[in-house]
């Protein structure tokens, strides 16, 4: 089934799940605050916004509070992330998926209400770990 998803933050993140999601034939409401990186996904995502996500009023006109889903892929901007996440939860985004720089961040980001919470690099890297392991075990 079709979803409407918004993106916020176009960074390595934010940006290869705009691609994917457009792949699967996902809506996609794509919004940076850099010019550069809006460019970039002009013609991939359904839409793509050069608007800063911290101010209330841009993400009410952009109307997404009546997305299925929103994805914050903001990293180094913590406060901006935290920000963000809280004021889409208060908008009444059913569904959340935050990305946290580090533990505290994402603590942070659960506390006020992120539905999922994904440390990439973190993760990445058991899981390469992990296949690592169960590959030597299956060469073995
Ligand atoms: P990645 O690790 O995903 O490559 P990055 O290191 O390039 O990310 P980040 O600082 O994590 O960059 O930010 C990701 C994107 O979020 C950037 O393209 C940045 O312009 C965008 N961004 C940051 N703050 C805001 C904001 N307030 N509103 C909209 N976009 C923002």
């Not at 934010?14 to 794509?30: D, K, M, N, P, T």
């Not at 996904?41 to 050069?50: E, P």
Request: glycine residues 8%; negative net charge.
């Amino acid at each position: 089934m079709k979803q409407n998803f918004a993106i916020i933050g176009l960074g390595r993140f934010g940006g290869s799940i705009c691609r994917a999601l457009i792949e699967s034939g996902q809506e996609v409401l794509a919004i940076d605050s850099n010019e550069d990186r809006v460019n970039e996904y002009m013609n991939i995502a359904t839409h793509a916004v050069l608007a800063n996500a911290q101010d209330e009023n841009v993400l009410r006109s952009l109307g997404v509070k009546n997305m299925d889903h929103a994805i914050v892929a903001i990293g180094e901007d913590i406060q901006a992330s935290i920000l963000v996440t809280l004021m889409l939860k208060e908008l009444g985004v059913p569904y959340i998926t935050a990305k946290a720089q580090n533990e505290y961040h994402g603590k942070v980001l659960e506390k006020i209400g992120a539905d999922r919470v994904v440390h990439p690099e973190r993760d990445m890297g058991k899981r390469i770990a992990h296949n690592l392991v169960s590959k030597n075990v299956l060469d073995y």
